[in-house]
């Protein structure tokens, strides 16, 4: 069943669903007025969707909750806040978060 | 500057400026636009010390210098490169869970290049691992990727900026960085499709090398470092995130604050990923009930 050629068509089809699942909805909202509400729903909604998957990222694990200060990713995830808070490069607060969580991790 | 198209498909160049001291009646400090599409065809302008030729210029005029130099190309380079640990903890699984699943390297390193969808790839590897059918493995990538289309409908109101016939090519690549970088950069950037295109095609370039490097420096990775790699996942959005909720006070803070709730206290009921989606749309449609300042 896993021979090449199934993989190839299966690569295929699994690539040109998810561009149709990008692309339909830029083709459709395209040349459209939006209402203000519609707007600023849509506005809205990279904001939703990056903190949800922000707070998954940390306390979900093996689709179970983590809560614990233990967990160094919260510690982590308060010292990114704060670089964030304090400063707009994105360079600086990505790399800055890793190297906390790097180093709470060495210290053990 | 400013592009955008009309209904038309004409594309409309129009310069941000401020209106008051020109005795128009406003507020000094007031933004307007001014329409460009008319005259001034082939006059240059001198961007951040850059010279470069009229947007709308013949195509013979822009050399690549010309256009190594435009300040949307550079930003576009810049900004893709800051995901680069965002890329790795997520390419290096997958790269090992596809050789686990027995496909081939150069079959790993395609699906890649062809999807390019971050954590909804592995599962995808997950239900093929499984031995699951081609229609089950679709079913798969349809729910793993179904967030895509959100993040479609989330750049709509960036969409008249762009240019109809980028927009198939926007679309293979759009990812969640892409909406997180670009309400900010829509303000600066004078051609934002110029400027997303570049730094979209940045990332995936990354994404797919990542995924070939990971073939080779996966098993060579101690464990221990598994926690920090898995960090940057949340690192790279919530840099995203904070200049997000700034700029849009206090409505984004409320859509935060629920779409974090929402997306833990779902994951009881619904699995992760729809959960996340759920959760989201909760959270803008809470940030309605307040009221919009920047009116």
């Known amino acids: 069943m896993n021979s090449p050629w199934f993989i190839l068509m299966l690569i295929a089809a699994s690539a040109l669903l998810t561009y149709l699942l990008r692309f339909l909805p830029l083709a459709v909202l395209r040349g459209q007025r939006m209402r203000p509400t519609l707007e600023r729903l849509l506005r809205n909604m990279p904001v939703g969707i990056l903190t949800a998957l922000v707070t998954q990222s940390v306390f979900l694990k093996n689709g179970q909750l983590t809560w614990g200060l233990e967990d160094y990713q919260v510690h982590g995830l308060i010292a990114t806040l704060a670089l964030a808070i304090a400063t707009r490069r994105i360079g600086l607060i990505v790399f800055g978060g890793l190297a906390v969580v790097g180093l709470l991790n060495w210290l053990g | 500057m400013v592009a955008s198209w009309n209904r038309n498909g004409e594309k409309e160049w129009r310069k941000r400026c401020v209106v008051g001291r020109a005795n128009m ?45 435009d300040p949307d190309v550079r930003a576009g380079v810049r900004d893709s490169f800051y995901f680069l640990p965002v890329s790795l903890p997520i390419a290096l699984p997958y790269a090992l869970a596809g050789r686990a699943a027995g496909l081939a390297d150069w079959q790993i390193v395609l699906w890649s290049a062809a999807l390019y969808a971050g954590s909804a790839q592995l599962a995808c590897l997950a239900a093929f691992a499984a031995g699951g059918g081609l229609l089950e493995i679709l079913l798969v990538t349809f729910l793993a990727n179904s967030r895509h289309a959100f993040l479609g409908m989330a750049l709509a109101p960036y969409l008249p900026r762009f240019h109809p016939r980028t927009l198939p090519w926007l679309a293979f690549t759009l990812a969640t960085p892409t909406i997180g970088l670009l309400p900010s950069m829509a303000k600066r950037s004078r051609d934002l499709g110029l400027y997303t295109l570049v730094m979209q095609y940045g990332q995936w370039a990354q994404w797919v090398l990542f995924t070939a490097l990971g073939l080779w420096l996966g098993p060579m990775l101690p464990k221990s470092w598994a926690p920090v790699i898995a960090f940057a996942v949340p690192a790279g959005f919530l840099a995203m995130l904070v200049p997000l909720v700034r700029e849009q006070l206090p409505g ?16 009881f009921l619904l699995p992760a990923q729809t959960s996340a989606i759920v959760a989201a749309v909760a959270g803008a449609i809470a940030a309605l009930a307040i009221p919009d300042r920047r009116r």
């Not at chain 2, 400090?29 to 006059?43: A, E, M, P, S, Y």
């Not at chain 2, 984004?252 to 994951?267: E, R």
């Open chain 2, 252 to 267: 984004a803070l409320v859509a935060a604050l629920v779409a974090a709730a929402g997306s833990l206290a779902l994951t």
């Open chain 2, 25 to 69: 009646g406003r507020p000094v400090g007031v933004r307007c636009l001014v329409d460009l599409t008319k005259g001034n065809r082939f006059k240059k302008y001198t961007i951040r010390g850059a010279r470069v030729p009229a947007p709308n210029c013949p195509k013979s005029m822009k050399s690549l210098r010309i256009w190594l130099a």
